[in-house]
């Protein structure tokens, strides 16, 4: 009964490096979506996939691409790491069929952009 | 735009003791939920409580129960019984129900943190 699970959970790159964070669900959720946790702030939304084959940007996309993998899977990428993106990233899941289509976490990614 | 305000940065509670943890918000939407997620220290966030606000009746789960005041756009959740698990970060978080994309964000508050003293 794993959920939503992400990896890595810890990641350390220097400025200007890639990498791409991994997140896959077992809900049979159609909807994805990619957050970002700054200190002091909530949550806020980077790109979510409505569903398989569609990807939208959210409220703070620059620096990130998505790539929506299956209806399990939903990828974050970072082509050019900068210190700007240290943060904490959580993906989510929801099905959209019907309400209230709550959001399910993971547990997160921590990054820090030396 | 919707907007999600939490007042209180720290709140002390005593373990047996009930405690509030105020949220106001902001929409345009004739539509929307209301959501409590609790994130402990180890960081992960934990879907706790929903509140649609087309609902007559106040959501409750268990020691959760949300105290929703549509007319005062406010949500604020209550835990009864407080025990020490509960020491976390709680964010309060809405997102209309339209057809349009706004559908899918949520808004999330910048978190209130309770600290349950034995």
């Known amino acids: 009964n794993a959920g939503v699970t992400q990896t890595p959970k810890f990641q350390v790159l220097k400025t200007g490096q890639s990498m791409t964070l991994q997140c896959a669900q077992d809900m049979n959720h159609n909807s994805m979506y990619w957050y970002r946790q700054d200190p002091g702030m909530g949550l806020r939304l980077i790109y979510y996939?409505?569903?398989?084959?569609?990807?939208d940007k959210g409220e703070v996309p620059n620096g990130y691409n998505v790539s929506r993998l299956n209806k399990r899977e939903f990828s974050l990428r970072l082509e050019s790491a900068a210190p700007s993106q240290t943060s904490v990233y959580f993906c989510a899941s929801s099905d959209q069929g019907a309400l209230p289509n709550i959001q399910y976490f993971g547990a997160g990614t921590r990054l820090s952009v030396l | 735009a919707q907007k999600i305000t939490q007042t209180q940065p720290g709140m002390f509670v005593q373990e047996k003791e009930a405690v509030t943890l105020d949220c106001t918000y902001d929409?345009?939407?004739?539509?929307?939920?209301l959501f409590w997620y609790k994130q402990p220290s180890s960081g992960e966030m934990i879907f706790l409580i929903y509140?649609?606000?087309?609902?007559?009746q106040n959501a409750t789960e268990g020691r959760y129960s949300l105290n929703f005041q549509k007319a005062r756009k406010s949500a604020n959740l209550v835990i009864s019984a407080s025990q020490l698990g509960d020491s976390a970060m709680y964010f309060c978080?809405?997102?209309?129900?339209?057809?349009?994309?706004?559908?899918?964000?949520?808004?999330f508050g910048k978190g209130t943190l309770l600290t349950v003293n034995p």
């Open positions: 509140q649609g606000s087309y609902d007559q």
């Open positions: 978080a809405m997102r209309p129900f339209n057809s349009g994309g706004s559908n899918y964000k949520l808004t």
């Open positions: 996939s409505a569903s398989e084959g569609t990807t």
């Open positions: 929409t345009s939407d004739p539509s929307y939920g």
